[in-house]
């Protein structure tokens, strides 16, 4: 079930054992450095009783440049600590240093078919970006993302660019009549990301569900893209009690209340 941070009953914590969450527009801004404090709030988290996850579309890469390089090196507390980049096609955990678990790559045909379908679906939607910044579609081996206003593009332009999703969901659309076979997501501020079918944040779910012998009533996940096509949705609806956050301070609010709360 789908809560906000108002209505969820807090007394469901005492039977959860994971919180798992998005990164951009959760737990930092979208492809930007973790700030001071909510450094300071993840790491009494990871020192609390909670194992912790973060799920992303974003890349390995980013993960360790915006979070793992700016939280506690501390390996104790690491190790209640896991990371499932693109969208959980690639699994992260810390023995001493960070090992992939595991990867479910692209084959070449499905990334050649997934851009002929970018091609045709941003024709369709009427793209046209009046300056792009880095890539506009990148290949992440598990993942090919695609960035609006490109890869590297200023937080002011993205955050302006489609802030309901709604030109995304236009694109999604387009991109779904030549892709159906694959897992068509929008994500962050600008992205649509593909995986192959059934590689989304619900397979990452059931990836740590089986890595830690969990059940989805001892998991918490917390997005921002909780919404009909939105890349935190397949968690929602697998099950899994989720709460929709509206930025990173609202996260902050809700990641210090849970510490109030635990004992």
């Known amino acids: 079930m789908t809560y906000t941070i108002q209505n969820f009953p807090f007394e469901k914590l005492n039977a959860k054992k994971l919180i798992s969450f998005d990164a951009d527009g959760t737990l930092v801004l979208s492809k930007t450095p973790m700030d001071a404090e909510m450094v300071a709030i993840f790491n009494k988290l990871l020192h609390s009783k909670y194992m912790v996850n973060i799920v992303s579309g974003g890349k390995y890469s980013i993960f360790f440049d915006n979070i793992i390089s700016k939280i506690t090196d501390d390996p104790n507390d690491l190790k209640s600590l ?73 937080l002011e332009i993205k955050n302006k660019y489609d802030p309901d999703f709604s030109k995304r969901l236009i694109i999604k659309k387009y991109l779904d009549e030549k892709i159906g076979d694959l897992d068509v997501k929008v994500a962050g501020t600008t992205s649509i990301d593909v995986t192959k079918k059934g590689i989304n944040k619900a397979y990452a779910m059931k990836k740590l569900m089986e890595r830690f012998n ?50």
């Open 82 to 154: 896991t990371l499932s980049p693109t969208c959980g096609a690639k699994f992260f955990e810390f023995d001493n240093q960070w090992q992939e678990s595991y990867k479910e790559e692209l084959s070449e045909d499905q990334k050649k078919r997934i851009y002929a379908a970018f091609d045709y679906a941003l024709k369709m939607a009427n793209h046209q970006p009046q300056k792009l910044y880095g890539e506009l579609i990148e290949d992440r081996g598990t993942q090919i993302t695609f960035s609006a206003a490109g890869s590297t593009a200023p």
């Open 214 to 263: 969990l059940n989805m009533d001892e998991i918490l996940f917390i997005g921002d893209a909780l919404l009909e096509g939105g890349n935190d949705e397949p968690v929602s609806l697998m099950g899994i009690d989720s709460i929709e956050i509206k930025d990173v301070e609202e996260t902050k609010t809700l990641i210090n209340k849970m510490l109030s709360l635990t004992t």
